[in-house]
């Protein structure tokens, strides 16, 4: 799989976002969203929250303190996540629309910025859990931040009413970030090796890949597998909202298009691309 790159699309999707929120009403802030407990502020106070710890972190080497309880795995650090996520919301209750937007219109330039100033293929500073990553490269790294930015975005635009960033510029780099999803998600179904999962995203942003088992477990390619074992087919908005945990219970069944081995596309429809 080749490297995906995102660093020059975090000022225009910033920008994006700056013109959308400057256009919204009082209302519209407490619509509730995709993000379910949130409503679009906590949503928007949460994209400023990740800027100012990434830039305080990572560019100015800063040391927050450590959590209050040990991080023994993942399920340890999906709780930890959640919790700090919480509290920077809770405290953003505080300030108001305006001034949240303008510290965004801050800290995403500096942003964008600070990620394109990084050699693509050193170490990160984190790596990318979700994909299994003990150790990610910096691309990943970025790219699972420009995901994130993208998807929250989506979900203010999806609650106020607001066209979605669907077009290929902004969401195949997503949809193809999110496959790196899929070795991971896969490293404990038990089938033969050899077996394989074609996966064909249709649409402008979509594409085909698949997922084979081999000797050292589950690997990832473009392109169709030459014997597929399983296959699914679903277009570029259901592939998103799967990946991103916004599908209601049920949904995917009815929205995916599969055949072949079952143990493996029920699979596939557990995948996520976020931290859940």
């Known amino acids: 799989m080749r490297r995906i790159q995102t660093s020059d699309l975090f000022l225009p999707l910033h920008n994006e976002l700056v013109s959308l929120l400057r256009g919204l009403d009082e209302q519209d802030w407490s619509r509730p969203t995709l993000a379910r407990q949130w409503v679009v502020k906590d949503v928007v106070a949460h994209l400023l929250d990740t800027d100012l710890r990434r830039l305080s972190a990572q560019r100015d080497g800063y040391t927050p303190p450590p959590p209050a309880e040990d991080i023994c795995g993942y399920p340890d650090l999906v709780a930890f996540l959640n919790r700090l996520n919480a509290s920077w919301v809770r ?31 050193d170490p990160a500073l984190y790596p990318v859990a979700w994909a299994g990553e003990e150790r990610s490269a910096n691309w990943m790294d970025v790219g699972r931040e420009y995901t994130e930015k993208w998807h929250h975005q989506e979900q203010i635009r999806d609650a106020v009413g607001a066209p979605l960033l669907t077009g290929r510029r902004w969401l195949a780099p997503v949809l193809e970030l999110a496959m790196h999803a899929l070795p991971h998600a896969f490293r404990h179904v038990e089938v ?10 249709e649409g402008e942003a979509g ?11 589950w690997e990832l390619r473009e392109g169709e597998a030459t014997e597929a074992t399983a296959r699914v087919g679903l277009d570029a908005e259901t592939a998103w909202r799967l990946f991103f945990n916004a599908l ?5 069944e009815r929205r995916v298009a599969v055949t072949g081995d079952e143990k493996l596309w029920t699979t596939f429809l557990g995948v996520r691309s976020v931290m859940v």
């Open 192 to 201: 033969p090796q050899g077996s394989a999962l074609s996966v064909t995203i």
């Open 207 to 217: 594409g085909v890949w698949h997922i084979s088992k081999g000797g050292s477990g």
């Open 91 to 121: 405290a953003a209750e505080r300030l108001s629309p305006r001034v949240l937007v303008d510290l965004l219109e801050w800290s995403g330039p500096q942003v964008a910025r600070f990620f394109a100033s990084l050699p693509s293929d």
């Open 248 to 252: 209601r219970e049920g949904e995917a």
